[in-house]
Each structure stands twice: as C-alpha cells, then as structure tokens.
C-alpha cells in the first residue's frame, strides 16, 4: 500500500494544479468580450497587411515586422508578469513554510509552478506563433510581387532581362523557417516565464520581480538594437533586419524573415545569412531559460524546501 501511494505521489504534482487553479481567474461576460475584440483587431490587421500586396506603394514587410514585433511585446509582458507572482505570491501570503512543510521537494515545486505559469500563458504561445507563421507565405508574395514588378518595369526601360533569375523556391529554407518559428517562440515564452519565475523567488515581490524580470529581458534588446542601428545607419529596413546582432533583440524575427524569403536574384544569400542569427537567437533564449530554472531551484532550496521528497 505504501508502495502504490508512493508511486501515486510520483506521477502526479498538486503544485501544478494548484498553480493552474490559482491561476484561472474566473471569466465574466466582459472578459470574453476582450478576448473576442482583440482577436478580431488582430485578424482584421493581418487581413489589411495582405490587402496591401498589390499595392507597390505600401511597405508589406514592414507592416508585418511591426505587427509581429506588438505581439512577441504584449506575449513577453504577459509571460514575465505570471512568472513573476508564481513564488512571490506564496512569501507575501505567508504560505511558502506550509508549502515546504509538507515535505514536497524543490525540483517539484520548481516544475509545479513552471507548468502552471505556462498554462496561463499557453494561449498568448499560440497567438504569437500564429501571427509568424501567417506572416511567411505573405512575406514571401510580396517579395514575388515586388521582384516581378521591378524585372518587367527594367525591361520595358532597357529592352533586357539578363540581370533577373526566375523566381525559386528552397524547400530546406521553408521548413526551417517554420520549424524555427515555432522553436523560437516556444523559447521566448519559456524564457520570460522562467526570468518571472527567478526574480520571483529572489525578490519574493511580484511588482519587484516584474521590473527586474522585464530589465534583464531588456537588455540585449537595447543593446544589440543600438549596435544594429550604429552599424547599419540610416539604411533600408531590410538592411536592419538582416543584421544578425538584430536577432538576438528581437527573439529571430529578423533571420526569420529572411529564411521566409523565395529565392531571386535579391535573395541569393540571403537564406544562408540568415542562419547565424537564427541560431544567436536560439543560444540567447535556452541560456535564459536554464539560468533562470536553475537559478530558481536553488533560491527554493535555500527557502527551506528538501532536496528530494520527503515519504
């Protein structure tokens, strides 16, 4: 019997259904109407950025940079901002001795709370991996619309077409650039739930370990984007984006939308360049969630909870 309780206690973990329960406020009315508005404005935005691919005049690629670049922002600040009560909340209610009293260990704490946190934020995870993904096959039309506007406005003026190549397509850039998409958001997500969730346990206050948790996420993003835009000048946006210090700024956005890019005479290495920041993003981000998770087990340990469960 003891045994079949153990065994029992080591397939399930009440700190994620506590953390998930703690988590679900109750919806009203008014609160699904915001959900519902906000993802209307949001279809309605991507609708009007792919009504603008026949129009040359209208900057497509930057329309959709920037709307991808609001969403990874509000999906960040929401990610931190659980993270950052998952611990905090519990030293502040004076229920962290209780907690560890019961002899549950740092390590399922740590994955209690972490799993929690993540549940609330599952649905902005899928927002903002939708919005990238919708944004390839746009980016890539216009791009095509643009290289064939270009090729026949040359050579109605110069009566050639040698300086064009067809348009292609590289299978392996395609799915890398979706694969990608969908690691690199996973991995912001769980970098910012995880930062949360560490200067949750250090500060043990929520709006503290908010501001800390937000400043440390900020700081290659201030940093690397004033180096881009020191080193590139007043260039073409395209110029910025293909930047690889620009990745590790804005989570491989910029390295995406490359990979995402046909293949023409504009683009000939443009998917190869891009792979170095893919991965500079991908480094950036798993070093903030291992320091992060490890940096929270051992400020759970040094709380008071046992290294191992307790029968």
């Given at each position: 019997?003891?045994?079949?309780?153990?065994?029992?206690?080591?397939?399930?973990?009440?700190i994620?259904?506590?953390?998930?329960?703690?988590?679900?406020?109750?919806?009203?009315?008014?609160?699904?109407?915001?959900?519902?508005?906000?993802?209307?404005?949001?279809?309605?935005?991507?609708?009007?950025?792919?009504?603008?691919?026949?129009?040359?005049?209208?900057?497509t690629?930057?329309l959709?940079?920037?709307?991808?670049?609001?969403?990874?922002?509000?999906?960040?600040?929401?990610?931190?901002?659980?993270?950052?009560?998952?611990?905090?909340?519990?030293?502040?209610g004076?229920?962290?001795?209780?907690?560890?009293?019961?002899?549950?260990?740092?390590?399922?704490?740590?994955?209690?709370?972490?799993?929690?946190?993540?549940n609330?934020?599952?649905?902005?995870?899928?927002?903002?991996?939708?919005?990238?993904?919708?944004?390839?096959?746009?980016?890539?039309?216009?791009?095509?619309?643009r290289?064939?506007?270009?090729?026949?406005?040359?050579?109605?003026?110069?009566?050639?077409?040698?300086?064009?190549?067809?348009?292609?397509?590289?299978?392996w850039?395609?799915v890398?650039?979706?694969?990608?998409?969908?690691?690199?958001?996973?991995?912001?997500?769980?970098?910012?739930?995880?930062?949360?969730?560490?200067?949750?346990?250090?500060?043990?206050?929520?709006?503290?370990?908010?501001?800390?948790?937000?400043?440390?996420?900020?700081?290659?993003?201030?940093?690397?984007?004033?180096?881009?835009?020191?080193?590139?000048?007043?260039?073409?946006?395209?110029?910025?984006l293909?930047?690889p210090?620009?990745?590790?700024?804005?989570?491989?956005?910029?390295?995406?939308?490359q990979?995402?890019?046909?293949?023409?005479?504009?683009?000939?290495?443009?998917?190869?360049?891009?792979?170095?920041?893919?991965g500079?993003?991908?480094?950036?981000?798993?070093?903030?969630?291992?320091?992060?998770?490890?940096?929270?087990?051992?400020?759970i340990?040094?709380?008071?909870?046992?290294?191992?469960?307790?029968l």
């Open positions: 019997m003891a045994a079949l309780t153990q065994a029992n206690r080591r397939l399930t973990n009440p994620v259904w506590q953390e998930t329960q703690h988590l679900k406020r109750p919806f009203e009315r008014r609160h699904h109407a915001y959900w519902a508005a906000g993802l209307f404005l949001l279809a309605a935005a991507v609708a009007v950025i792919a009504l603008t691919l026949d129009d040359f005049g209208t900057p690629h930057q959709g940079i920037y709307l991808i670049w609001i969403i990874h922002t509000v999906a960040a600040a929401r990610a931190i901002s659980a993270g950052a009560n998952a611990i905090s909340r519990e030293h502040v004076k229920t962290w001795d209780p907690l560890v009293l019961t002899g549950i260990s740092a390590r399922r704490i740590l994955y209690g709370k972490w799993c929690g946190v993540l609330r934020v599952a649905p902005w995870m899928a927002i903002l991996g939708a919005v990238r993904l919708i944004m390839i096959p746009i980016f890539m039309l216009s791009l095509v619309h290289y064939a506007w270009y090729s026949s406005s040359y050579s109605r003026t110069y009566y050639s077409f040698e300086n064009y190549t067809p348009v292609g397509w590289l299978p850039a395609a890398c650039a979706v694969l990608m998409t969908l690691l690199l958001t996973m991995l912001e997500v769980f970098a910012c739930t995880a930062l949360g969730m560490a200067a949750s346990a250090l500060t043990r206050r929520g709006w503290t370990a908010m501001i800390v948790a937000f400043c440390i996420r900020l700081i290659p993003v201030a940093l690397f984007a004033a180096f881009t835009r020191y080193e590139i000048g007043n260039g073409p946006y395209w110029r910025v293909s930047f210090a620009i990745s590790l700024a804005d989570a491989g956005t910029g390295p995406l939308w990979l995402s890019l046909p293949l023409t005479g504009w683009t000939q290495q443009a998917h190869v360049q891009a792979l170095p920041g893919v500079l993003a991908a480094m950036l981000l798993f070093s903030y969630v291992v320091g992060s998770l490890v940096t929270t087990w051992w400020s340990r040094t709380a008071g909870a046992l290294p191992h469960e307790s």
